[in-house]
Every structure is written in structure tokens, then in C-alpha cells.
């Protein structure tokens, strides 16, 4: 099947509009103490409520950027059977996007991205957020090496 230039443009806005979102996330990590504190807040449950909001951004980027690399891929002529996040990312290695440590993290972060949806466990919420940052470079990396 085709894909349309034109789709393929959106999706690549969109998955570009997404990441710019979710550094604004990471970014705004550094203010949550002092904001808590002019806002006479509690920063631990600041602190939660932003992290929820990064985890939030970073489930949204992923899966807008993962199905905008496998329609791009399909429009370089590579045929996923059954597109996944997984073998999309498998297949960016094929096509030189990535290189086989970067497909190495894409493929934790997969991982991670599930644990995010299936199980909500403030623990392991915690250690997925401080990852986060390496996940937006693969990601960035992604949209770099496939910019249409």
C-alpha cells in the first residue's frame, strides 16, 4: 500500500509537535521544587503530578513518532507484515536510522511504554521517568534522520 506524501507529512508534524511537548515536560522537571514552594504547595505531590504529566507526554510521543517511523519506512519501500513498535524499530536499524545500540534502547523504551499503560506502580513510574530523557533523543534521532 501507498502511503500519501501528505499523510505522511502530518504524521510527521505530529510526532515532531509531540516531542517539542514532551522536552517541555523534561524541562519544566527542574521548576517543580521552586514552583511548589511559591505556590506554598507541597512538592513531593507537586513533584508527582508533574512526572505524571511528563509519562503522559512520553506515551503520546512514542506512539505518534513509532507510527510515523513505520509509515515512513513503508514509503521507503520497506514492508512490515505486521507493523509493531518493535519490529518498526528493528526495522529502523535495516534502513541505517538507528544504530544497534540505539535499537537496543528503542527497545527497552517499548518495554517501558508498556509497563507505563499495563501497571501502575509508583516505583517503577519513577525509574521509567528518569529515563525518559535518553527515550526523547532516540526519538529526536528518529525525526532527524527521516525528516521529509
Known amino acids: 500500500m501507498d502511503i500519501d506524501r501528505e499523510k505522511l507529512l502530518k504524521k510527521y508534524k505530529k510526532a515532531s509537535d509531540s516531542l517539542i511537548t514532551l522536552k517541555e515536560a523534561l524541562a519544566s522537571m527542574q521548576y517543580v521544587v521552586p514552583v511548589a514552594q511559591c505556590a506554598q504547595q507541597d512538592p513531593e505531590k507537586m513533584y508527582r503530578i508533574y512526572r505524571d504529566s511528563l509519562i503522559q507526554r512520553f506515551e503520546y510521543t512514542f506512539d505518534t513518532s513509532w507510527k ?8 521507503q519501500g520497506i514492508f512490515i507484515a505486521v507493523p509493531s513498535p518493535k519490529t518498526t524499530f528493528r526495522e529502523s ?56
Not at 510515523?68 to 514509503?75: I, N, P, Q, T, W
Open 68 to 75: 510515523y517511523l513505520s509509515d515512513y519506512l513503508r514509503a
Open 93 to 148: 536499524l535495516k534502513a541505517k536510522i538507528l544504530s544497534a545500540d540505539e535499537v537496543r534502547l528503542a527497545l527497552e523504551m517499548v518495554d517501558d511504554r508498556n509497563l507505563t499503560t499495563h501497571g501502575y506502580d509508583q516505583a517503577l513510574i519513577e525509574e521509567i521517568s528518569k529515563k525518559i530523557p535518553a527515550y526523547a533523543q532516540i526519538l529526536e534521532t528518529v525525526l532527524q534522520k527521516t525528516r521529509i
